[in-house]
């Protein structure tokens, strides 16, 4: 359960960040989807402390589709490439 609280807490500071930080766009793209990625790890992490098997495969099927949709946005993303 400390990994899922860790993500968690990441999340939630890169949320924060972003809200401090939003003056750069290059860079609220690149928060945005690294936040997206990292709730999409979360989800996936949670799914497996689901105790009800088939409720856990349905949840675990759904975050693995959002957490690679979010990792293939975030890894062709413009603002990564603007950013570096």
Known sequence: MDDVIQCGNDLRFLEWW??????DPRFKTVISELA???QGAVQVLVSSRITNQALAREFRAEAAKSFGAAA???????GIKAAA
């Open 18 to 23: 972003l809200n401090h930080h939003g003056g």
């Open 36 to 38: 997206a990625v990292t």
């Open 72 to 78: 293939n946005q975030f890894a062709s993303s413009e």
